[in-house]
């Protein structure tokens, strides 16, 4: 299909934010090009697979209903309305579902099947807006220009940045992103930044870490004990067993698996903590080192800064944008 005609997607301050205003986003954000690769590998590897094999009905059901519940549309009436919403159809839909599979299925092969069974430039631009919209980028395009200019709204308010002139759509994208950088830079203060480190202290525990994660406890086990009582390391261990070992990982306390966090919170340097159980496998951690936040720290600081500014954000879009369309 072509591109639907223009509608809006969202209103702040009494202007429609359109279709076309989150797709002069996404190009100008440099996500545009991602979605056009994304469709041109899709159907060269539809154009290869076709001749070899293809996604058989089980897969493409299980991801038709990974994608309804990823998005909270439970019953095929909620999958109807979001597909109508978006002027999509079913066939279109699901040729999605199947141009991610083979993707997948293909992801080792993607630049040689692109090379071979490049599609041709009309058959991308056809199915370019149903990728736009179902793989999720244009939620990310809408949710990141409404917040920016919700940001606006409020950086305008205060007297921050002087007011804008809506008519031109440029312009109007122009203005959005410097109103954001302005609220940002009042918003972020280093009084915020420090209030944001303390907040998060626990989950901002860093641990310098390796592991290696089993797919049975037995194993994991056998490992510990490996480690524990014979004196190897944990990377012969991983050798022994012909698994991987991550190696001198950084990882934040809030970051990882629930399953282990309070187990690696209570570790101290130089212990083997496990087996753990982490998702479907048990994992074995050698803790290295462990680093209380402190706002000095580059990442730290940096993850302080991105949190104050996503609460901002998402606290003056709450308030002040009125979304159309169900993302």
């Known amino acids: ?147 920016r200019a919700a940001a606006t709204a409020r950086a305008t308010e205060e007297r921050w940045v002087d007011p804008i002139d809506p008519r031109s759509a440029e312009g109007w994208l122009d203005a959005q992103d410097a109103g954001y950088e302005v609220f940002a830079r009042h918003v972020a203060t280093d009084d915020a930044i420090r209030h944001q480190v303390e907040v998060r202290r626990l989950d901002w525990i860093r641990l310098a870490c390796s592991y290696v994660r089993f797919s049975s406890e037995p194993m994991a086990r056998e490992g510990a004990m490996c480690v524990r009582d014979d004196g190897l390391t944990l990377e012969e261990v991983a050798r022994s067993a012909s698994l991987d070992v991550f190696d001198r990982q950084d990882l934040y306390i809030g970051d990882a698996d629930p399953d282990v966090r309070d187990a690696l919170l209570a570790a101290t340097p130089g212990e083997l903590v496990g087996p753990l159980k982490w998702g479907d496998t048990y994992a074995l951690f050698l803790i290295h080192d462990k680093m209380l936040p402190s706002v000095d720290d580059p990442a730290v600081h940096h993850r302080a800064l991105d949190a104050v500014l996503r609460l901002a954000l998402e606290r003056e879009a709450v308030s002040r944008v009125t979304w159309h369309k169900t993302l």
Request: hydrophobic letters at 45%.
């Open 1 to 147: 299909m072509t591109t639907p005609s223009d509608f809006a997607v969202f209103t702040l301050a009494g202007r429609d934010s359109t279709l076309n205003d989150l797709m002069r986003a996404a190009v100008r954000w440099d996500l545009w090009d991602d979605v056009v690769r994304d469709v041109r590998r899709g159907l060269a590897c539809a154009a290869s697979a076709d001749a070899v094999s293809a996604p058989n009905d089980r897969a493409m059901d299980s991801a038709a209903t990974v994608f309804r519940y990823e998005r909270n549309l439970i019953t095929a009436a909620d999958m109807d309305a979001w597909l109508e919403q978006w002027q999509i159809s079913v066939d279109e839909w699901m040729e999605y579902i199947r141009r991610s599979l083979l993707r997948a299925t293909f992801d080792s092969q993607l630049d040689e099947i692109d090379a071979r069974y490049a599609p041709s430039a009309d058959d991308v631009a056809s199915c370019v807006y149903v990728e736009f919209v179902c793989s999720g980028a244009l939620g990310r395009v809408a949710t990141q220009l409404a917040q």
